[in-house]
């Protein structure tokens, strides 16, 4: 039986720079017969939702925020097959059709169809692809931790295993070892960033990587990035404690999770020659390299959005190896009508990983 919507719904919506307001905006429909819509009952704020938030990326006053989505299915295209009414499912970040050039190699992020679709932060969602692109909710998992499933595990799965990946390769190393990278644990990593997707992918890293430090500006963060496995250091002891680890050469491989152009640079100045990093956070403003520098050091990098549905398996299993460590993941729980005021707490960096509930006795 098809659910009867509301005609508008709460949502978080951007108002202009450091600002969010909830609004009553229309209810989503089903547009195309692949869609599905699903009631939230949880979503996640993200740091990348501060780009939007600060004014850094361009989007429109009264925009629906929002990217990290786990519900209940309510309405179902008359394409889907795989799901029906009341399944709960989780909504990887990026919508991906399943089926052009970029998804059937994997490359979801580049889908030819798809995007970052907003509005998560909202009672009501209208997801795509639903067929090619939804998960279920596994079981004994809370629901609050399912939400990392949606982009910032993957996020920091595909941060290291790539760091990871490319550092083989650059070794000229092929075959067995390049078919797997992950399983071995070789290495050391650093992870610049040690904020909800820096946490992530410090767990990940652990799992590939022998040795893995971490750091923050924010040095309160740093408990936390012990607490998933990492040397954490300030930013003005990590450089020698690097070196000393690596016998002076510099670390094999860096993930840069900050998004910000001193981050780069850092990461720049603590790989060593033929040293590897892999940046998953959102640059915005120009990055300037000198090319003698390139040619001196012989880096290999990569940039850009995780194709999430490629690693939600992998980051499923993350989430499952250190289930009660991810449970403590989530600092708050709050209702939608105090979104506004999380917001300027998670901007000011005096908060972590929190998520909104749609549950009316959420405080």
């Not at 209940?72 to 709960?88: F, P, T």
């Not at 690097?242 to 900050?258: F, H």
Request: contains cysteine.
């Amino acid at each position: 039986m098809t659910l009867t919507l509301p005609p508008t719904m709460k949502a978080v919506v951007w108002t202009g720079p450091n600002k969010v307001e909830v609004k009553q905006i229309p209810t989503p429909q089903i547009v195309d017969p692949t869609d599905v819509i699903i009631r939230t009952t949880t979503s996640g704020i993200c740091g990348s939702d501060l780009h939007i938030y600060r004014g850094h990326l361009p989007v429109p006053e009264g925009y629906p925020i929002g990217h990290e989505v786990v519900g209940e299915i309510v309405q179902v295209g008359s394409d889907v097959r795989k799901w029906k009414a009341g399944d709960r499912v989780i909504a990887p970040f990026s919508a991906s059709c399943g089926d052009c050039f970029y998804c059937r190699k994997g490359e979801t992020a580049r889908c030819q169809k798809g995007a970052v679709d907003g509005g998560g932060q909202a009672e009501y969602s209208r997801l795509r692809f639903a067929d090619a692109m939804l998960f279920a909710q596994p079981d004994n998992v809370p629901e609050a931790s399912l939400v990392l499933l949606a982009d910032i595990l993957p996020t920091g799965y595909y941060c290291a295993s790539s760091a990871k990946r490319m550092m083989v390769e650059a070794e000229g190393r092929f075959g067995d070892d390049l078919a797997n990278p992950e399983k071995t644990k070789e290495g050391v990593c650093v992870v610049i960033g040690c904020g909800p997707v820096g946490l992530c992918a410090i767990s990940s890293a652990i799992e590939m990587f022998e040795t893995v430090f971490a750091t923050d500006l924010a040095v309160h963060r740093l408990e936390g990035a012990k607490a998933h496995g990492a040397i954490a250091l300030p930013a003005g002891e990590l450089e020698k404690a690097v070196l000393e680890a690596t016998n002076g050469r510099g670390a094999d491989a860096v993930c840069e999770v900050v998004g910000h152009t001193s981050a780069f640079d850092k990461a720049f100045e603590l790989i060593r020659p033929f040293g590897v990093i892999s940046s998953a956070g959102v640059h915005t403003h120009e990055i300037k390299l000198s090319g003698w520098n390139l040619f001196e050091k012989n880096p290999r990098f990569q940039f850009g959005m995780c194709s999430s549905h490629y690693y939600f398996p992998a980051a499923l299993e993350i989430l499952k190896k250190n289930r009660d460590l991810f449970a403590k993941f989530i600092e708050h729980k709050i209702h939608i009508d105090k979104a506004e005021e999380y917001y300027k707490l998670f901007e000011q960096n005096k908060i972590g990983k929190t998520v909104i509930s749609f549950d009316e006795k959420a405080t």
